[in-house]
């Protein structure tokens, strides 16, 4: 038996090393290695039908990179939502509109690789299926397989859109609606402007989420209508609601990343900042005083100093170098060289 242990743990090291050995990156190397994978399983339709069923709120933040995706990942976010606002907070546009499928397939991959644990939900961008049912299952299919995507995002204000829909469910991609503020219709609905306000347009949202539902969504966004309205259409769907500026009535909650950390602190982004949106911190001040303080102290000298410069040359083969930099005729180098070592060693 004591034998059999023995043969066990040799066995465990052989396979650990064996592994360490065919990694393609080295244990030691500038940036430290490969790095643990997070464990945690994806959340699934049925988890978020779970939470729904509860009452417990579902938590969703857009991301629109790998850093972006490991921070949602870490926080538990429960959706991550590849926004084609992108569009606005990354690619600095005025409107969700110039984003195409292309660019949205860049970012969708780059999340894929960073978030491991919230279900991932990708934008449909304006062009991209309003033509027909297949064009809209075709774009739906890329984001799938060529973003890495769980499913799909795509605004619903009217009937086609509800078919687009309605035919992505049925080639059994799931999907998330999204009603009132439809930033993709600003060419019809006169700009950002918040819906709902009025009779008409209350009966409306609350139609076209039901249509939604009916096509077969299992979830949908509610963007800027009042809270009443929200409130209404929340009670009378079977599926979860997501508030975008639409009160605390909904099933869960969706902000873009950039505008809760308080990212960008530039007069563009400032005027398209909606008003809804509550800033969880400054982050933009502190990359702000960060960029400062580098440009001072390059500018000054003082970076890097020893604590920066971490590598190393033994005293032969410094002064090794020196003589080879000599016998190639190259004397300035050498003094730089040698003017180099001798100024690490004062400051260490």
Known sequence: MAFLTRFSKASSLARSCLSRCMSHVPENTVYGGPKPQNTDQRVTLNQLRQKYRKGEPITVVTAYDYPSAVHLDTAGIDICLVGDSASMVVHGHDTTLPISLEEMLVHCRAVARGAKRPLLVGDLPFGTY???????VDTAVRVLKEGGMDAIKLEGGSSARITAAKAIVEAGIAVIGHVGLTPQAISVLGGFRPQGK????AVKVLETAMALQEAGCFSVVLECVPPPVAAAATAALRIPTI???????CSGQVLVYHDLLGMLQHPHHAKVTPKFCKQYARVGDVINKA?????????NGSFPGPSHSPYKMN????????????????DKAASAANAAAEKMNTAQ
């Open 130 to 136: 309003e033509t027909s049912t297949s064009q809209a």
């Open 198 to 201: 009025n009779v008409a347009s």
């Open 243 to 249: 508030g975008i500026g639409a009160g605390p009535f």
């Open 291 to 299: 960029l400062l303080e580098y440009k001072e102290e390059v500018t």
């Open 315 to 330: 005293t032969n083969d410094v002064n090794g170098f020196f003589e080879e930099l000599e016998k190639l005729g190259l």
